[in-house]
């Protein structure tokens, strides 16, 4: 079936630093993947939509310039949070399109990002 | 107006019984609808896809579509105590083929 993997699964940073998640698809090309953050008790809110090789579209209410998404292949995409704040403290989770099917979505196993 | 509706919750049912689990959706162009499982600190896991209006079982899973009223629901039959989760509704946005959009999700917990 098809694979997400997505790391790493944890990260504590402090605050004023970035960090850098990756998303990648191990067994089929991703055309598109996403970006959710997810606080507790509330369900996944979409952050940003990238494709290879292009600019990533984001959601209403989300910074692009905190939340960079580069998407360098059809296998890889990833979210670097700058300067972050405890308030970004979320877990993170990417899923990935394979090119086919109508809303077929595989998922990472999400990053818990602690910022102190 | 949120485009994709679902009963917070939480849904307590015991052990055996069914749980009935529904989501109601505001795009009528939507073509595509999914029910992801989330364990608690866990990603969403999918079990159930519909593309066309009435029932597809798989397993002790049944969901149930009526585009006309647009709703869907899920039905878990012999519930187990492994159910206990968050349920989400997810359903294709209608003019794109690839993103969805998540319901708020119904938090299932099957008593022993």
């Known amino acids: 079936g098809a694979v997400v993997s997505q790391h790493p699964s944890w990260v504590i940073c402090k605050s004023g630093t970035s960090v850098k998640i990756e998303c990648r698809s191990l067994d089929f090309q991703a055309t598109t993947m996403f970006w959710y953050r997810q606080f507790p008790k509330q369900s996944l809110m979409l952050m940003a939509t990238s494709n290879e090789g292009s600019k990533a579209t984001y959601e209403q209410g989300v910074e692009k310039d905190k939340f960079l998404i580069n998407h360098a292949s059809l296998t890889l995409s990833t979210l670097t949070v700058t300067s972050a704040h405890p308030e970004d403290s979320s877990f993170y989770i990417c899923?990935?399109?394979?090119?086919?099917?109508?809303?077929?979505?595989?998922f990472g196993a999400g990053t818990r990002l602690s910022v102190l | 107006q949120k485009e994709v509706e679902q009963n917070s919750g939480p849904l307590s049912v015991p052990e055996g019984a069914i749980a009935s689990l529904n989501c109601t959706y505001s795009d009528r162009g939507s073509q595509s609808f999914f029910w992801y499982r989330q364990y608690s600190g866990k990603s969403p896991e999918l079990i159930m896809s519909i593309y066309s209006n009435g029932d597809k079982e798989d397993g002790r899973f049944t969901a149930q579509l009526n585009k006309a009223s647009q709703y869907v629901s899920l039905l878990i039959r012999d519930s187990q105590p492994s159910d206990s989760a968050t349920y989400l509704c997810?359903?294709?946005?209608?003019?794109?083929?690839?993103?969805?959009?998540f319901g708020p999700g119904t938090s299932l917990s099957v008593i022993p």
């Open positions: 899923s990935a399109y394979p090119g086919q099917g109508i809303g077929i979505q595989y």
């Open positions: 997810a359903v294709n946005g209608g003019t794109s083929y690839d993103k969805v959009i």
